[in-house]
């Protein structure tokens, strides 16, 4: 008899596969949006890849994700320079993101791909806030807007979410930090974070976006002492809280609900 459990089994494993080396490409190519959006350069142009040092175009064999890195333990095969670790740790951390996001949505119950599209979107637009704030200190304005017009869009078109839970999340994350923004006069925190409460809101909607918050401020607060017990910074150190900020996006995301049912069965 034909045994559609083991069928569909060889096809899951088979599919993770799959997602897990679409993971390594869109990681490549996400390492190049990030550069090139900090380097001004045409983000769809023909131009390939370069030595981000020597600018010398590389070819395919020097271009495969994750794999050449490894071969060329690291370092340009033309100039000889090292090659940031950066680029091989998001290949292989998009792959296994995306591997576990599939792993969340299957087996296929309750599932639309539209679902998956806006978790693989919204992942790549918080790997590269999270690279960018993290390696430049900066969270590029049009990344941030794009983001969220296309999570509002697809969250109220195709997911029927609720548009006022989504605009109150936008006016709490967008006022929470426009108002120390205000307050601080820019110091406390950046433009760039206000904008990102706002996007963080219309995806996450009210309750996942204080979720967000507040997981932010504690994994940022563990990383300042630990920076500062570790000698690595002083009190004057910038902290990248985009960084921190796309992290938690994520966890609120996928264990927001969870996270507050614990968190009022503790209350109880
Ligand atoms: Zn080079």
């Not at 600018?55 to 333990?73: A, F, G, T, Y």
């Not at 690291?74 to 993101?97: M, T, W």
């Not at 996928?254 to 209350?267: A, E, F, N, R, T």
């Amino acid at each position: 008899m034909f045994e559609l459990s083991a069928y569909t089994n060889y096809l899951g494993n088979a599919a993770y596969f799959l997602v897990f080396f679409f993971g390594l490409i869109l990681g490549s190519f996400l390492n190049s949006i990030v550069w090139r959006l900090w380097d001004n350069i045409a983000l769809f142009s023909r131009s390939r890849s370069m030595c981000v040092n020597c600018r010398q175009k590389l070819s395919w064999k020097e271009n495969i994700p994750l794999l050449s890195w490894l071969v060329l333990k690291g370092r340009c095969a033309h100039c000889n320079k090292d090659i940031s670790a950066y680029y091989p740790l998001v290949e292989l951390g998009v792959a296994i993101f995306l591997t576990l996001v599939a792993y969340h949505y299957f087996p296929i119950s309750n599932f639309s791909e539209w679902n998956l599209l806006r978790d693989f979107v919204f992942i790549s637009f918080l790997v590269i806030i999270f690279v960018q704030d993290l390696r430049y200190q900066v969270i590029l304005s049009n990344v941030v807007w794009i983001g969220a017009i296309f999570g509002l869009v697809v969250n109220i078109s195709f997911l029927h979410y609720d548009f006022n839970s989504l605009a109150l999340g936008a006016l709490i994350g967008g006022g929470f930090f426009g108002a120390q923004y205000l307050l601080s006069n820019g110091r406390w925190i950046g433009g760039g974070d206000v904008r990102m409460g706002v996007m963080m809101g219309v995806w996450l909607g009210w309750q996942n976006i204080i979720v967000a918050i507040f997981l932010a401020y504690i994994v940022g607060a563990i990383f300042a002492i630990f920076l500062l017990l570790t000698k690595k910074a002083d009190r004057k150190t910038a902290i990248p809280f985009g960084t921190f900020l796309a992290f938690s996006t994520v966890i609120a995301m996928y264990w927001g609900q969870s996270l507050i049912h614990w968190y009022l069965g503790l209350l109880r």
